[in-house]
């Protein structure tokens, strides 16, 4: 088992960055693939990034392409979401999620076994 806890959200104006962090506060983050989802009100869970286990690959939603990019650093058990250009639109809880089985895509967020708490992030216009 892996426990996850995220870092890193606040408020933002529009057009500005943050940096989301995931630790592991037990357990070890290298034998888990790893993704990046939100949720606004109203609105189902969505995509947002995925990164194998390695680090070697990874994937993104269609909505932040080019501005998002997540990265891991398994020597510090961390997995991180850099935001760049944040939009009103991106304002959501975030929540990190490691990922053990291999059956199902890493943007199927059903396939997920551990979540964290998430974190809140607010872009303002």
């Known amino acids: 088992q892996v426990q996850l806890v995220e870092s890193g959200g606040g408020l933002v104006q529009t057009g500005g960055s943050l940096r989301l962090s995931c630790a592991a506060s037990s357990g070890t983050l290298s034998i888990y693939d790893m993704g990046w989802f939100r949720r606004s009100p109203g609105k189902e869970r969505e995509f947002v990034a995925a990164?194998?286990?390695?680090?070697?690959?990874?994937y993104y939603g269609d909505s932040v392409k080019g501005r998002f990019t997540i990265s891991r650093d398994n020597a510090k058990n961390t997995v991180y979401l850099q935001m760049n250009n944040l939009k009103p639109e991106d304002t959501a809880v975030y929540y990190c999620?490691?990922?053990?089985?291999?059956?199902?895509?890493?943007?199927?967020?059903?396939?997920?076994?551990?979540w964290g708490q998430g974190t809140q992030v607010t872009v303002a216009s």
């Open positions: 990164t194998t286990r390695s680090g070697g690959w990874t």
């Open positions: 999620a490691a990922k053990e089985g291999w059956g199902t895509r890493l943007i199927d967020g059903n396939g997920y076994d551990y």
